[in-house]
């Protein structure tokens, strides 16, 4: 079955540290990919995606991600993390082909919280 | 607001009721999708509108779940005899007309607020 994992539940960073969260999903073909954010009390939001060419893409907020083909990894990161950043964090996969219809298949979520 | 629109945004309801939720999409979305999300976990697919014709349905969607998208514009959610395992946020997402002839598309999904469904 098509599964996407997300390494950490929850992960708690100071102000100015780096985030790094992790995602991987399972083999199945050509993928689409995304991470969607979830402020406290707000709907999901899309942060960035990937479809085809650079596999390090920019998203909002000065977050990026990498596709990493081989490893069927899709990782988050930022450079440098504000109070603002404080929410759930979730990947999700689109499976091509077949009769996927473009559903998404998402992980568990990923809380951060960030200290200030 | 043009972004998706889901009503009612809570639900209380007691054991063996039914219950309809609503979802409005983004207004020249010809796709719609209905998720389900428990505590600490990720959205879950449920089923899939291309315009008027539900096109795919998951093994979560019980018989007790139908859903219907009677002009290809808004969708409604109806769950009959309610259990306390439906609590759940129920999400509606919609996205843009794909390729003609092709069931892949590369548009993201936009989301609702989602409706919160207790059962009491």
């Known amino acids: 079955a098509q599964s996407v994992s997300q390494h950490n539940h929850h992960v708690i960073l100071s102000e100015a540290a780096s985030l790094e969260l992790g995602c991987n999903y399972s083999?199945?073909?050509?993928?689409?990919l995304f991470w969607y954010v979830q402020y406290p009390g707000q709907h999901l939001q899309l942060l960035l995606k990937?479809?085809?060419?650079?596999?390090l893409v920019k998203g909002i907020k000065g977050f990026e991600a990498e596709f990493i083909k081989s490893k069927f990894s899709f990782n988050l990161r930022k450079p440098s993390v504000q109070w603002s950043d404080t929410a759930e964090y979730f990947c999700a996969v689109k499976y091509s082909g077949g009769t996927s219809y473009g559903k998404l298949t998402f992980g568990q979520g990923t809380i951060l919280t960030v200290h200030p | 607001d043009t972004g998706v629109s889901q009503d009612p945004r809570h639900k209380i309801t007691k054991r063996g009721q039914n219950v309809t939720f609503r979802c409005d999409p983004i207004s020249e979305h010809n796709r719609l999708y209905w998720y389900r999300q428990t505590l600490g976990q990720g959205p879950e697919f449920l089923t899939y509108f291309q315009n008027e014709a539900q096109l795919e349905k998951s093994r979560l969607l019980s018989d007790r779940f139908s859903a219907e998208r009677p002009k290809g514009s808004f969708s409604t959610l109806e769950i009959q005899r309610t259990e306390q395992g439906d609590s759940a946020m129920y999400l509606c997402a919609s996205s843009a007309r794909g390729l003609a002839g092709s069931t892949v598309e590369k548009n993201e999904q936009y989301f609702g607020p989602g409706t919160r469904l207790t059962v009491t």
């Open positions: 083999y199945g073909g050509t993928v689409n």
């Open positions: 990937y479809f085809s060419g650079d596999p």
